[in-house]
């Protein structure tokens, strides 16, 4: 005699009990989470899907479990510190991925949990290269460990490379890499005032993406043209933490 067939109810709930067991294994729901950016018009471009679809945000979300890290909205990952919603990164993707490419220089500024820097370094071909910068310590620390979770091969120099694809470090994001030129720039962070040392870093052709304001805030593309022109275009409203200045 076969076994009666499992009530529906409780079929249910077994799914979703195996889901919050290994929420980091949870790539059917991964999945459904970038065919639902892919369906809202939001994700318009294979590279990107493609780049979001490699890193799961399970891995990156610290302290939460199950169906929560799958929901498109931000989650505290401490220290005062928030992974953005999905839908946020992938606009900030989608924004930059003309500038993200080949051997393309980079630069996410409060970096956070490293997902973005790590989606970033997927649209890089050889010796282009993410550098993530945060100013707390425990923070960047945390990042090195989500990105070495399934992507451990991004924080070492690959074959006949001189630098890791990822780099993660401490310090000021207000004054960025001292003497770097970057081709594409993103803050995970919202500036009361555009940052002078993050467009002099800007290299001309390149754009940056940031969150500006205080009370009000409002996501910004801000592009250098190759003559050094600077110009900037309000894109739409955000709520960001603020970009930490020390």
């Known amino acids: 005699r076969g076994r009666p067939p499992m009530p529906a109810l409780a079929r ?24 639902g950016l892919v369906s809202k018009g939001i994700l318009r471009d294979k590279r990107v899907e493609t780049a979001m679809r490699a890193v799961d945000r399970a891995e ?3 302290g939460w479990t199950g169906a ?5 909205r931000p989650l505290p990952i401490g220290y005062k510190a928030t992974i953005s919603a999905p839908h946020m990164h992938a606009h900030a993707l989608m924004l930059l ?9 980079v630069l996410d500024v409060g970096s956070g949990s490293g997902y973005l820097s790590a989606a970033m370094a997927h649209l890089l071909g050889p010796g282009g290269r993410v550098v993530g910068i945060d100013y707390l310590a425990e923070l960047v ?16 120099p690959g074959e006949g490379e001189h630098h890791p694809k990822v780099t ?4 000021d994001g207000w004054a960025g890499v001292e003497g770097a030129q970057f081709d594409a720039i993103h803050v995970g962070a919202a500036a009361a005032e555009l940052p002078d040392a993050l467009v002099q870093q800007l290299r001309p052709g390149g754009r940056m993406v940031i969150p500006l304001g205080k009370e009000h805030q409002e996501l910004f593309a801000v592009d250098k043209e190759l003559d050094g022109t600077v110009s900037t275009q309000a894109l739409l409203g955000v709520r960001y933490v603020p970009l930490v200045q020390l």
């Open 12 to 35: 249910r709930v077994l799914i979703a009990t195996l889901a919050t067991i290994h929420p980091t294994r949870g790539m059917a729901t991964h999945t459904r989470l970038i065919d």
């Open 60 to 62: 990156f979300c610290v």
């Open 68 to 72: 929560d890290v799958y929901e498109d």
């Open 97 to 105: 991925k003309d500038h993200i490419h080949d051997d393309a220089q």
């Open 141 to 156: 620390g945390i990042s090195q460990a989500n990105v070495a979770r399934s992507h451990e091969h991004l924080l070492k």
């Open 168 to 171: 993660l470090v401490v310090g």
